[in-house]
């Protein structure tokens, strides 16, 4: 077989469709993915195309970041972000995860909440901003509020979803072997509903990222989002460039927190 | 009479007015105790509605069941259930799943520290019993699905109930395994003299695991006709192959397919066969 048969046979393999690839050509596959469009970037800018005010490198961007870090207190924007994501996400996970268990698991319930809910869902979060700026004035809580009003909906309907998915024949089995209501809720439903839980909470805080952004650049005067907008005032496009990614590199980072707890806590599930 | 178990006029309709559909109509059947019984017809002639309601999971529209007299309101521990699949649970290991029921609080106020320990013990016993030793810490969706059935089935016997119902347990499994799940279960029925209501919609199977052979025909779900087995009590795989085991079995497929209500349409393969092969003349 010639050599050059073999390298296309090579090629053609990693195109079999859902198929399969080894380890290494996987990170080789991401690494490109990732410095493709960071290369691209950086020829964009050096090549003077467009104006650097518009348009800076990704030199400048790490550098701007660097002065934000020393003379411009770039952790208090972090922390005070991170708090408010934190804040909002929590106390919407608090009430939504109780509120879609009891949606999932009762008719009554489900029938009483569920279309009230989807109904709210589709009043954009948005909007409610002038409105919980009247009620809460513009001091954390209406940040936290407004992370609220964007998670909490979505969240309640994804809880109730969850609880659903839990195999009927769990909760029958459960019910033969003599088990009450709430045993089959506290040892069957949640156990089993628990890893969809889980992957259900990292998705929403996601959104909570999205909307604390929201909420800072129209009521705020600190934070990354609040950090954004400022930086367009001055003209400032590293600013907002460094903004957007370092949003984007803690978003990842808790992303893969929430996977590290996953894994974590459902070994059974990674077990072949 | 001294049945175990007594099914008299049930009934069941599931939804009403001109759309119901009536699951089971005048079903009458006593259960011995110790008995091997087991249910097979058509799909959707209501065998496992039947079995559902004598496990209280879904409750008769007219009609009763009675255990050792009493009739029956909802599931209740004397009566386990095993499941075509997906019952077990997967974020419990064997061993704890087995022992689930000891979690449970239903009937167990005065529960002793020995009762705990001859729950331990009878725990290990099924378990040696199941031929699950060198799985006992492995979590279900790491075993094959012979295993997770013997599992389902020691998780349902540990609080030693006296009535065992299957809902098709084997029908995932392939033939191999099947046939070590029959000799398996007979023996456990034997040791364990609980009574077994079998469901399948393998005929061979039924007749090879039961003792009496329910032939149930649907629309309405009703009981067509009940079927002694003629074999010996020591079941022998070799035994399917007997022509007294044929016979019963082409029997019972003969009076499914009559009540079935479902016969191949030979005019129309034959139609279709000619078709076919003038298509390939023109070619
Ligand atoms: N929960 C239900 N709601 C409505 N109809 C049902 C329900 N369960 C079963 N049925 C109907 O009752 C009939 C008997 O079903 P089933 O007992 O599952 O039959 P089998 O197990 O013999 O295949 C079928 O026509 C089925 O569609
Ligand atoms: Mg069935």
């Known amino acids: ?272 | 009479m001294n049945n175990k178990i007594n099914i008299k006029a049930a009934g069941k309709t599931f939804g009403d007015g001109e759309g119901g559909i009536v699951a089971l109509q005048d079903v009458n059947l006593g259960i011995a105790s110790n008995e091997f019984v087991t249910f097979v017809g058509a799909s959707g002639c209501g065998k496992s509605t039947l079995l559902r309601c004598i496990g209280g999971l879904e409750s008769l529209s007219s009609g009763s069941i009675e255990i050792d007299g009493a009739a029956i309101d909802g599931p209740g521990v004397d009566r386990a259930m095993v499941f075509q699949h997906y019952s077990l649970y997967p974020w419990l290991t064997v061993t704890e799943n087995i022992k689930f029921s000891r979690l449970l609080r239903a009937g167990r106020e005065d529960i002793t520290s020995a009762d705990v320990e001859a729950a331990s013990g009878r725990a290990d016993a099924l378990i040696n019993l199941m031929g699950l030793n060198h799985v006992r810490d492995a979590y279900p969706n790491q075993l094959s699905g012979g295993m997770q059935q013997r599992v389902a089935i020691a998780r349902a016997l540990l609080p030693r109930p006296q009535i065992l119902l299957m809902d098709e347990p084997f029908g995932a499994l392939d033939a191999q395994t099947r046939e070590v799940m029959h000799d398996l279960i007979l023996h456990v029925s034997k040791l364990e003299k609980t009574t077994i209501v079998f469901v399948t919609h393998d005929v061979e199977e039924a007749i090879y695991l039961g003792q009496r052979v329910v032939v149930m025909a649907p629309r309405p779900g009703r009981i067509d006709s009940i079927c002694p087995v003629d074999l010996p009590e020591k079941r022998d795989q070799d035994m399917k192959l007997s022509p007294g085991f044929l016979q019963q079995k082409k029997a019972i497929l003969t009076r499914i397919r009559e009540t079935a209500g479902m016969r191949t349409d030979y005019e129309l393969l034959e139609r279709m066969t000619r078709q076919a092969e003038q298509q390939n003349d023109m070619q």
Do not use: C
């Open chain 1, 1 to 272: 077989m010639s050599s050059r048969h073999k390298i296309f046979a090579g090629w053609n393999s990693l195109w079999v469709i859902r198929g399969h690839l080894s380890r290494q050509t996987y990170l080789m596959f991401a690494l490109a993915g990732m410095l493709l469009p960071l290369g691209a970037w950086w020829g964009v800018s050096v090549s003077g195309w467009m104006d650097k005010v518009f348009m800076p490198g990704p030199v400048d961007v790490l550098a701007r970041t660097y002065t934000w870090f020393m003379d411009d207190d770039l952790m208090s924007d972090i922390w005070i972000s991170t708090y408010r994501v934190v804040a909002g996400f929590t106390l919407s996970a608090v009430l939504a995860i109780p509120l879609g268990l009891m949606i999932g698991t009762y008719r009554p319930v489900q029938a009483m909440l569920e279309p009230l809910t989807d109904f709210i869902r589709y009043m954009p979060a948005v909007a409610f901003i002038p409105l919980v700026m009247l009620w809460v004035g513009i001091d954390e809580s209406s940040k936290i509020a407004i992370i609220f009003i964007g998670t909490f909906f979505q969240m309640v309907l994804m809880v109730a979803e969850d609880v659903r998915r839990v195999p009927i024949t769990q909760i029958e089995a459960a019910q033969t072997m003599g088990a009450n209501r709430s045993e089959i809720v506290s040892l069957v439903i949640v156990p089993s509903a628990k890893p969809a839980l889980l992957d259900t909470l990292r998705v929403t805080m996601g959104w909570a990222w999205t909307y604390l952004v929201v909420a800072e650049l129209v009521a705020a005067n600190s934070g990354l989002g609040y950090s954004i907008l400022r930086a367009q005032r001055f003209m400032q496009t590293d600013k907002i460039f460094a903004g957007i990614i370092l949003i984007g590199l803690i978003g990842l980072a808790i992303d893969q927190l929430f996977r590290w707890l996953h894994r974590k806590n459902f070994p059974w599930m990674y077990k072949k």
